[in-house]
């Protein structure tokens, strides 16, 4: 086993903020990382880096999960079951699907980060969350070494949220995720956004698996920063779910307030609408700021710190509070 010294973590995460890593080792196999477990335990996990904002050097041993690796396990007429290794890029796994006509995932398209990232905060857009297609995750429990299985219904699977970021958290190893995609009765889903918009400006009237990614990173591209030419994280705030009676009051305030229905008594409202109307979209504050084209995405211009990316999003919250009585969550990972 490789075990680096005092190496820079800059092009492991997408904000490229320059931190250093104590020690440091790329794993790329399930034994390789069972074999280090039986010697060093406290350990720093890092893979796409796409969803963590790093604030300050690591003095653990950071590991980097490099697991690559796509297999078939079975598949019928109309459904194929897979498993990809934690290491895969998402995006890329997206667009190999599609190519194979594998339908299910293709809202997902252009999303940062790799495949073991995707279930622990059970990424989603345009009306598709991942948790819609995963049949089961592996991984490895930190202190026995030993492989477990979550089935779906074990993931505890919410919005943007997981058992991975909850009761399990630092305690195992995500090395696989297994999918079940559709291979010809696909349930396109095109009326979230601006993908209808999208497919009707192009004279799109029946969409193909293709035509519907595509979509989705033409919109995606147009309003969001490229993480190798501007470090971000993608969206760094949930949209915050509130109760009805709330948004009433809010309403009346703020006519044209956007939301989107969650239950009878709940609404989804876009964090980006509220973060603009305080008025952040676009302001930069030397080498960091907010997007000028999405106020969800909080950027780093080339030499900020996480320290400071963090001050920024902790004033958006405070300035939301304050303007909507809503309380922002986080998305990212906060590494303090």
């Not at 339908?103 to 819609?132: M, W």
């Not at 291979?183 to 497919?199: C, F, M, Q, V």
């Not at 920063?225 to 760094?236: A, C, H, L, R, V």
Request: glycine residues 8%; proline residues 3%; aromatic residues 8%.
């Amino acid at each position: 086993m490789n075990i680096q010294q005092n190496i820079s973590l800059k092009r492991y995460n997408t904000f490229g903020i320059s931190v250093n890593a104590k020690r440091f080792i790329s794993i790329t196999s399930v034994y390789e990382l069972q074999q280090l477990l039986k010697i060093e335990k406290d350990i720093f996990l890092i893979s796409g880096g796409s969803n963590m904002l790093l604030t300050k050097d690591i003095n653990k041993l950071v590991v980097h999960i490099d697991i690559k690796g796509i297999s078939i396990d079975r598949e019928n007429y109309n459904d194929i079951y897979l498993t990809v290794n934690a290491g895969e890029n998402w995006h890329e796994f997206v667009l190999w699907c599609v190519s194979q006509n594998y339908g299910g995932i293709e809202n997902l398209s252009l999303i940062p980060g790799n495949v073991g990232t995707c279930p622990i905060q059970n990424i989603g857009a345009y009306g598709v969350e991942v948790k819609d297609t995963i049949t089961q995750v592996e991984a490895i429990e930190i202190e026995t070494g030993k492989l477990v299985v979550f089935p779906a219904k074990e993931c505890q699977f919410g919005y943007r949220n997981s058992i991975f970021k909850n009761e399990v958290k630092g305690k195992y190893v995500i090395t696989s995720v297994s999918f079940q995609l559709t291979k010809n009765e696909h349930k396109l889903n095109t009326s979230y956004g601006a993908i209808e918009t999208e497919l009707t400006s192009k004279n799109i009237e029946n969409p193909t698996l293709k035509d519907v990614s595509d979509a989705v990173i033409s919109i995606r591209q147009s309003k969001l920063p490229d993480p190798k030419k501007i470090g971000n994280s993608g969206s760094f705030f949930k949209n915050p779910v509130i109760l009805k009676s709330l948004f009433d009051k809010l309403q009346k305030k703020h006519p044209k307030i956007p939301s989107y229905p969650v239950s009878d008594e709940t609404l989804k409202v876009p964090a980006g609408w509220l973060i603009e109307q305080s008025g952040f979209k676009g302001k930069r504050f030397g080498e960091f700021g907010v997007h000028e084209k999405q106020a969800l995405v909080l950027v780093n211009y080339g030499n900020a710190s996480g320290k400071e990316i963090f001050a920024l999003a902790q004033k958006i919250q405070k300035t939301i509070k304050e303007n909507f009585e809503i309380d922002l969550e986080i998305e990212v990972n906060i590494i303090t």
